[in-house]
């Protein structure tokens, strides 16, 4: 009972039902009959992923049989984890065989349970170095395992994750890895974050994800960039200066860097040179997808530079603008923007700089609307005036308040009433005077029901006047997941109110437009 299921796909659940059929229809110890390659695959979807030892150990003991069939399996045995204790850990990589080693270990969950300290953990793996595939250590004391691996070869280890959770932060600590990596010749996919690393030799890399790598030198991202031709993911993050040092040197004189395969591209806290040099130099055909943060305008000043993120935007339908957590993201197409935007602060123009700077990429992005999307996890969901902060300084036309039903304040429900009425505090006089969608989940009272009657009656009485909103077109409803689903209708009067509120609004319920006869759904 206490096994976590991991994803099952539907195979495994077709399989998962031919047992419960086949077993219950005899009359023999179920336990014993069931059939070998049944209990190996049952086993596999229902192991945890974070001590799986501990699970096959106890399956083990379940009867003589079990124990025979699940301990003459390798491949169930391959994957260690440092929530392990030891007894465990020496069992798998002897049960394992000779077969690759898929190792994790992650310090929040071996703090809270009894599992291994890292030292001793890598220390019980070191004879199977050369067995190891993939390796994912996040701990603040990884310097601890420096000595063991400083030379190691692993021949066949494919994939190299490391985060030092800045417990390894001064630049006369930094140590070597595996011989600068040297030690690694299949390695293609290399992620360290958060911590001190010595100059490293590689190549041949898909996926490289650098984050918070200290000290580290343009030189090195260079080398590391022109020595993988056939990358295919990139991303880059190196902190805030202020909190602590990160990238250091200027930018080399390089050759162009063609990355023809590399199709996702996430960069933030770019230092600004280093930026244009890497725009200028790199070569990236193929980019499908770009998440930037800021500076944008300093790094993609020049026309030329922004070619790769006008790139991403082609048919973007229209530019979304989301507020969650403490965080501002902007989207068009599969360009994301997150611009250093703070509610209440006398940096509201940089959302319309923002804005203004997606426009730029392209003509096709020159009229499309804007989407703002509201997430009552934003911090500062509660406060009435953030709507009229939003729509300030830039149109927006489509608002979407889409509540999961967590937030036990109701913060986002408040919003609904204030887009039916003229505020004081708005510049226009209404909140987001532009307005022709509404989207939401919010239908628990008859709220958007009167932003329905005064927003479309204001604009019919008042539509010579600037102040006036427009008219909606679209109001496009569903429950929250707590509520229901798309085939639980809502109250039979609620949709013939908001019926009768239409004259002639849109009105949809999961995607399907309503008609203006009762019962009577329109395509």
């Given at each position: ?267 933030d806290e770019l230092p600004t040179a280093f930026g244009r040099f890497f725009w200028s130099a790199v070569s990236v ?75 730029s990429l392209g003509t096709h992005l020159k009229d499309v609307p804007i989407r703002l999307f509201l997430r009552e ?147």
């Open positions: 009972e206490d096994m976590k299921c991991n994803a099952v796909t539907p195979q495994q659940h077709n399989i998962a039902d031919s047992v419960t059929r086949s077993l219950a229809g005899t009359n023999s110890t179920t336990i014993h009959s069931l059939p070998a390659e049944l209990l190996l695959e049952t086993t596999r979807i229902i192991i945890s992923s974070t001590h799986p030892l501990e699970d096959l150990v106890r399956l083990s003991s379940v009867c003589r049989r079990w124990k025979t069939v699940l301990e003459g399996a390798p491949t169930l045995w391959t994957s260690i984890s440092g929530v392990e204790e030891l007894p465990l850990i020496r069992k798998g990589i002897e049960l394992s065989q000779s077969l690759p080693l898929d190792i994790k270990y992650d310090w929040v969950y071996v703090k809270w349970t009894s599992g291994t300290s890292l030292s001793a953990f890598i220390k019980a793996l070191s004879k199977s170095i050369h067995r190891w595939k993939s390796l994912d250590i996040s701990s603040n004391d990884i310097h601890s395992i420096f000595e063991i691996l400083r030379e190691a070869q692993a021949p066949i280890l494919t994939t190299l994750r490391l985060d030092g959770q800045f417990g390894y932060s001064s630049p006369e600590q930094r140590d070597l890895l595996f011989g600068g990596c040297a030690g690694l010749p299949q390695l293609s996919h290399f992620s360290v974050t958060r911590m001190t690393i010595t100059p490293f030799q590689v190549c041949g890399l898909r996926h490289l994800s650098l984050r918070c790598v200290l000290f580290i030198s343009t030189d090195i991202v260079c080398e590391i960039l022109l020595n993988s031709p056939t990358l295919e993911v990139l991303h880059m993050h190196f902190g805030n200066k202020s909190k602590w040092p990160t990238i250091i040197g200027e930018p080399p004189r390089s050759p162009l860097i063609e990355l023809p395969l590399l199709h996702e591209i996430v960069i055909p193929g980019l499908r997808k770009l998440d930037v943060g800021d500076p944008i305008s300093d790094i993609f000043s020049s026309p030329h530079l922004a070619k790769a993120p006008a790139s991403v935007t082609t048919g973007a339908d229209e530019i979304r603008i989301t507020l969650d957590m403490t965080r501002c993201t902007i989207q068009a197409g599969q360009l994301t923007v997150w611009p250093l935007v703070r509610y209440g602060e006398p940096e509201g123009p940089q959302l319309e700089r923002s804005i203004s700077w997606i426009r996890d934003y911090s500062e969901i509660d406060d009435p005036g953030l709507l009229d902060w939003c729509g300030a300084d830039m149109v927006v036309s489509k608002l979407s308040l889409l509540s999961d039903g967590t937030d036990d304040t109701n913060s986002m429900e408040q919003i609904v009433p204030l887009l039916s009425q003229p505020t004081a505090s708005s510049t226009g006089g209404w909140i987001l005077p532009h307005l022709e969608v509404i989207e939401t989940n919010l239908i628990g009272n008859t709220d958007i029901i009167d932003v329905i009657v005064e927003r479309n009656s204001a604009a019919n009485f008042g539509s010579s006047t600037s102040s006036a909103p427009k008219r909606l077109k679209e109001v496009r409803l569903s429950w929250r997941k707590l509520d229901g689903d798309k085939d639980t209708p809502p109250d039979p009067e609620f949709r013939r109110a908001v019926m009768n509120a239409a004259d002639g609004v849109d009105v949809y319920w999961y995607g399907v437009k309503w008609s203006a006869v009762e019962g009577d759904i329109g395509t």
